[in-house]
């Protein structure tokens, strides 16, 4: 668990961490949107349930 970012300022500590949250995925969601707007999906890259038993366990031994 994070600590406070502005102990004693519970409001702008929510802002910081919301902040801190949107920017570490807001990459991801450029990328899927660019995808998007020229007409391929996730798929293109990969990102895909197509074979899952050989997807999932090395994604999950690099998240680990």
Do not use: T
């Amino acid at each position: 668990m994070n600590g406070s970012q502005a102990p004693g300022r519970p409001l702008y500590d929510l802002v910081l961490q919301l902040v801190s949250i949107a920017s570490g995925v807001a990459p991801a969601f450029l990328a899927f949107y660019l995808l998007a707007r020229n007409g391929e999906g996730p798929s293109a890259i990969g990102v895909d349930l197509s074979q899952p038993g050989r997807d999932v366990p090395p994604a999950s031994l690099v998240a680990g």
